[in-house]
């Protein structure tokens, strides 16, 4: 439950166990953790809120890093049972990437249809700078990111990527910035609980608790 600056604390990388991807790692005396969620500089009151409802209500032992350009939360791991702790991680995350990818697909698809090819390639190149800026798995090229946006079933568990909270929160931030720019309002962001319909029940409700739980609870509803 700290508040701390780049000098008091060191950032590091390790090789994830089971995927080839690098999992970023901040140190604090003697303790480890893991970036959970990433904010702009001018979102230094969304990034409060969020670190004090995981430490307040939901009882996590995180930290805040403030920096120049942006805040980043981070969650306490135990390095030596990282192996156990990414396999969970990996189980909770999976619906939320789901659901992600439909929300993705859906706005990707209503530009398509509303604004036409020319919008939605230029969507696809603007969403395409935040999968590789962020280092996400399997996006790293145009091929891979128009498989994503046509191709990939969000509801087949083998297609879809176990990527890290802290991208997920990035993408649907980013998402919604595009949605507003393109479409001149936030109405694509509305009904998310419609537009999930296809999901099992259990899924769904986990990543909408899991929405509300974030600043993205405000954007998306």
């Known amino acids: 439950m700290f508040i701390l600056k780049r000098q008091d604390v060191e950032i ?24 959970i969620g990433v904010f702009a500089a001018n979102q230094a009151e969304e990034a409060r809120n ?24 981070w969650g306490r791991i135990r390095a030596d049972q990282l192996s156990d702790e990414e396999s969970m991680a990996d189980a909770r995350l999976v619906p939320l990437a789901q659901a992600s990818l439909i929300l993705l697909q859906t706005v990707y ?13 230029q969507f696809q190149k603007d969403i ?55 479409f001149g309002n936030t109405s694509f962001a509305e009904e998310v609980e419609d537009i999930l319909q296809d999901m099992p029940d259990k899924e769904r409700e986990q990543f909408l608790a899991w929405l509300k739980r974030t600043p993205l609870g405000k954007c998306w509803r």
């Not at 698809?109 to 090819?117: A, S």
């Not at 091929?143 to 990527?163: C, H, N, Y």
């Open 12 to 35: 590091s990388s390790i090789q994830h166990p089971k995927r080839e991807q690098k999992i970023p790692i901040l140190k604090y005396q003697d303790q480890s953790f893991r970036l």
């Open 50 to 73: 969020y670190w004090r409802d995981l430490t307040d209500n939901q009882g996590k032992f995180c930290i805040l890093l403030e920096e120049p350009d942006r805040h980043s939360i």
């Open 109 to 121: 698809l209503d530009i398509e249809d509303l604004l036409g090819n020319r919008q939605a390639k």
């Open 128 to 182: 395409a700078q935040v999968f590789v800026e962020w280092k996400f798995a399997q996006a790293d090229s145009p091929a891979a990111v128009e498989r994503l946006l046509t191709q990939v079933d969000p509801l087949d568990i083998s297609q879809v990527q176990p990527w890290e909270e802290h991208q997920l929160i990035t993408l649907l931030q980013e998402l919604y910035r595009f949605g507003k720019a393109y």
